[in-house]
């Protein structure tokens, strides 16, 4: 339709046409089960966990491991571990951190998070202004 003819309409000298719209159905049995594999969801991390643990041998490494694995963040605090096995946990999920894409960061002198590739890990903008300005580590960061 033209403005003239809206403006007519409007004016009540002219009648309104009426718009038909056609609605194409297309057969749904036919799909390609491909298409559906690009759907994503937008709730996907709905329940989000932190796992929080003091481990006391590296016999608790799968488990931990396996926790990253199902996109869950961990946070270990290395306190009470001996420093040998503290070390061997360590290296073991820094690689299985690594292998999946993830990232860490050391929250104190010995607690420390590891995080799927799902989650960035970012510090507040206090704590790194105070880093830029005094030049050096703020707290347990090295």
């Known amino acids: 339709m033209s403005k003239m003819h809206d403006f007519m309409v409007w004016l009540g000298i002219a009648e309104e046409e009426e718009i038909t719209e056609e609605i194409m159905e297309f057969p749904v049995a036919n799909a ?3 298409a ?3 759907v994503v969801s ?3 991390n709905k329940n989000l966990r932190v796992i929080v643990c003091e ?3 590296f016999d608790e490494v799968e488990l931990l491991t396996d926790h990253l694995k199902n996109r869950k963040q961990i946070i ?3 306190e009470n571990t001996p420093e040998d096995t503290t ?3 360590f290296d073991f999920i820094s690689g299985a951190t690594y292998a999946l894409e993830g990232n860490s960061q050391q929250l104190g002198r010995h607690v ?3 995080a799927p590739s799902n989650v960035e890990i970012s510090k507040d903008a206090r704590t790194l202004m105070l880093r830029n300005r005094f030049g050096k580590p ?3 960061d090295q």
């Open 32 to 34: 390609d089960h491909r």
């Open 36 to 38: 559906a594999a690009n």
């Open 42 to 44: 937008i709730h996907t």
């Open 55 to 57: 481990p006391q041998s």
């Open 76 to 78: 270990i605090n290395f």
């Open 87 to 89: 070390r061997k946990i």
């Open 112 to 114: 420390f998070m590891f």
């Open 138 to 140: 703020i707290g347990g």
